[in-house]
């Protein structure tokens, strides 16, 4: 029961998470916050990747251990994801 409380839980954190970053991509590009978002920028993925910025930032609060994955032809025009650690 307390696994599928948990599972309800991350499956509604993500959805939130997706529905932001879909409005989120039509703002104007800002500077990076974090690490990651300024790899992604620096690699080429533009279009989003202040709102995977600000998500990765509102989720570690400041520096963070972090894999970032793309699509390496044409980034801009795919997801990429973003794996973080931080100690509590």
Do not use: P
Request: a positive charge; charged letters at 15%.
């Amino acid at each position: 029961m307390r696994g599928m409380r948990i599972n309800r839980i991350a499956g509604t954190l993500l959805l939130a998470c997706g529905l932001f970053t879909q409005s989120a991509c039509a703002e104007a590009d800002a500077a990076a916050q974090t690490q990651s978002g300024q790899q992604l920028r620096e690699n080429g993925f533009k279009t989003c990747a202040h709102a995977v910025d600000d998500i990765a930032h509102f989720v570690f609060k400041g520096d963070f251990a972090f894999l970032n994955l793309w699509n390496q032809t044409n980034i801009d025009k795919h997801s990429v994801l973003v794996t973080g650690a931080k100690t509590y």
